[in-house]
């Protein structure tokens, strides 16, 4: 069975400066997704970014990247130029990919919040 | 494009007492369909989610169970409410293979 971790419960930091919050999982699986979903005080999940596991590149969108170290298992989301909308729940999900059922895996999340 | 509802968005039932909770997904065919819930703080766990009409796979062995009697609607039903069935409950849907997009979730208080 696969496990994420998320070691940050809470992070705090200032408008417009750069936060990375870390995610490392464990799997025996070569072929997989990764997420990074927030989810703000309405509690609506939403797709922040996604990263395939054959893929070398980073993914990005916007203002938000990952670092994505298969090796190592780890998969960081940075979040450059933070804004007040950014305060919220963010939570790490693996998947692999199978007909029969593809359930995402969680971590526990962190908590972050954009001071103004 | 397409949509995802969740009703009720919240509920507060006694103990013992049934539950039906419906999620529906438009704009759509085929998708699979996932129910997830959420204690107080901690993240979502699944619990079923489903391939097609008809088709059903628990994840964790529970009090609730799981239907889809059409092919974009998704029920979650117990027979009888526990206070440990409290919880923020999520549907969700996905086109294989890929993300999941998230329903606006359900609030359970069991008394």
């Known amino acids: 069975a696969q496990t994420v971790t998320q070691s940050q419960p809470e992070m705090s930091v200032q408008e417009a400066e750069t936060v990375t919050l870390s995610c490392t999982y464990d799997t025996s699986e070569n072929n997989y997704y990764l997420f990074w979903y927030k989810q703000p005080p309405s509690r609506q999940m939403i797709l922040v970014i996604r990263?395939?596991?054959?893929?070398?590149q980073n993914a990005t969108e916007n203002r938000f990247s990952v670092n994505f170290q298969k090796a190592a298992k780890s998969f960081s989301l940075k979040i450059s130029d933070s804004q007040l909308g950014d305060t919220a729940m963010y939570f790490c999900a693996f998947m692999k990919p199978q007909q029969g059922g593809d359930g995402l895996t969680f971590g526990k999340g962190t908590h972050l919040i954009i001071q103004p | 494009s397409q949509t995802i509802h969740q009703w009720p968005a919240t509920l507060v039932q006694p103990v013992g007492s049934p539950l039906s909770l419906e999620c529906t997904v438009e704009?759509?065919?085929?998708?699979?369909l996932y129910w997830y819930r959420q204690a107080a703080g901690r993240g979502l766990q699944l619990l079923f989610y489903?391939?097609?009409?008809?088709?059903i796979s628990s994840e964790v062995p529970q009090n609730l169970s799981a239907s889809r009697p059409q092919d974009r609607q998704f029920i979650l039903s117990s027979k009888k409410l526990l206070l440990s069935d409290s919880g923020f409950y999520l549907c969700?849907?996905?086109?294989?293979?890929?993300?999941?997009?998230f329903g606006p979730g359900t609030r359970l208080t069991v008394t």
């Open positions: 489903s391939v097609g009409i008809g088709q």
């Open positions: 704009g759509t065919s085929n998708p699979n």
């Open positions: 990263q395939e596991a054959y893929k070398q």
């Open positions: 969700a849907w996905s086109d294989f293979p890929g993300e999941q997009y």
